[in-house]
């Protein structure tokens, strides 16, 4: 969808590095959400945000970090605590609530050098 | 928490035929369930949903069924063509007690085969 964006597209992260993925929104969607993708498999939470200032841990949140300082934006870090970085990462937003569609952004590939 | 299981895994049909992917779930209060499209390297569409309060929904050439008793729901695509060519995820979301997110399944990639 053409109101979400992220970036970078490609991402490399060295041993012990933290590194922040971006993405942002103009549907003026209140919830965001960040997945993680790896090859064969489906989409796992990692964390959600409904509104400003709020967020909560999915499924699979031990080594990331999230803010939403603003409804538009809700960057993701990567720590050097999450042993294994590697895969696709997705950043998606909806109106917010359990039945309203959730729309994706185009993604951000991190691989380790 | 949630369990989403789908099968097939890979699917290979003539075009012009029917395709069938099936999901069940765990959790009997999951209420939506969305279906997304993903072509290689490009992000989710989602293609079609339905609410807890409805058996079926139609859209064009794609429908979905679902069976809340069973707990099991499922895409059809008639008249398959080879842009229909991707995988296929289904996902439930669950309400209440704070929860939000969908729970994906693995996924099905399905092939037209000419």
């Known amino acids: 969808d053409g109101g979400i964006t992220q970036s970078p597209k490609y991402l490399f992260r060295k041993e012990g590095q933290n590194v922040t993925l971006s993405c942002e929104q103009n549907?003026?969607?209140?919830?965001m959400y960040w997945y993680r993708q790896d090859p064969g498999q489906g989409l796992r939470l990692i964390y959600y945000?409904?509104?400003?200032?709020?967020?909560q841990k999915g499924d699979i949140a031990e080594g990331y970090s999230v803010s939403r300082e603003k409804k538009e934006s809700f960057p993701l870090t990567v720590t050097s605590a999450q042993k294994n970085p590697t895969a696709f990462y997705l950043c998606?937003?909806?109106?917010?609530?359990?039945?309203?569609?959730?729309?994706f952004g185009d993604g951000t590939r991190l691989s380790i050098l | 928490g949630e369990n989403v299981e789908q099968h097939p895994s890979t699917l290979s049909v003539q075009e012009g035929d029917s395709a069938v992917i099936k999901c069940t779930y765990s959790?009997?209060?999951?209420?939506?369930f969305p279906w997304y499209k993903q072509e290689l390297g490009k992000r989710p569409q989602l293609i079609i949903d339905?609410?807890?309060?409805?058996g079926e929904k139609k859209d064009q050439r794609i429908a979905v069924t679902l069976n809340k008793t069973a707990k099991h729901f499922s895409l059809h695509i008639t008249e398959t063509q080879p842009e229909d060519s991707a995988v296929y995820f289904c996902?439930?979301?669950?309400?209440?007690?704070?929860?939000?997110?969908?729970?994906f399944g693995k996924g099905t990639h399905l092939i037209i085969q000419p």
């Open positions: 998606a937003s909806s109106l917010g609530g359990w039945d309203q569609p959730q729309h």
């Open positions: 339905i609410r807890s309060n409805v």
């Open positions: 945000s409904q509104i400003v200032n709020d967020f």
């Open positions: 959790d009997s209060a999951s209420n939506y």
């Open positions: 549907l003026n969607h209140d919830a």
């Open positions: 996902a439930a979301s669950i309400t209440g007690g704070g929860a939000d997110g969908l729970t």
